[in-house]
């Protein structure tokens, strides 16, 4: 079985890489080497293309996941300077506060200061 797929993922590869007659020619010259009835061919041809279907999903389901990936990480920075803005915004609005907080105390203070004169 192990040869079997060895060559399934030949084929896939050959198959892959060449035109479809290349693919037919391959699957030929193997079945004759191994002098293959119709019945085992067909079976080798089935489980070729169940390999290639197979090879193929998996392919799509790892450009997918790239793609997932892609964004997420994109996402992640977009948030992280989102969040670096919003902790920047933060501070200075802190400053202005502490700012508007200490002019209070001298305004508060000058008037007192002004009530005892």
């Not at 391959?26 to 169940?50: G, N, T």
């Not at 997918?64 to 200075?92: L, P, Q």
């Amino acid at each position: 079985m192990s040869e079997i797929s060895r060559i399934i993922t030949n084929l896939g590869i050959a198959y892959g890489l060449g035109s479809k007659e290349q693919f037919i020619d391959a699957i030929s010259k193997y079945a004759q080497d191994k002098e293959m009835d119709d019945e085992a061919i067909k079976e080798l041809i089935e489980q070729v293309f169940e390999e290639l279907e197979l090879t193929n999903r998996k392919r799509k389901a790892t450009q997918v996941n790239e793609v997932i990936d892609m964004e997420e990480r994109a996402n992640m920075e977009e948030r992280s300077h989102v969040e670096s803005s919003s902790n920047k915004t933060e501070e200075k609005l802190d400053e202005v506060i502490g700012e508007v907080r200490a002019l209070r105390r001298s305004v508060e203070s000058l008037i007192d200061t002004l009530k005892t004169k």
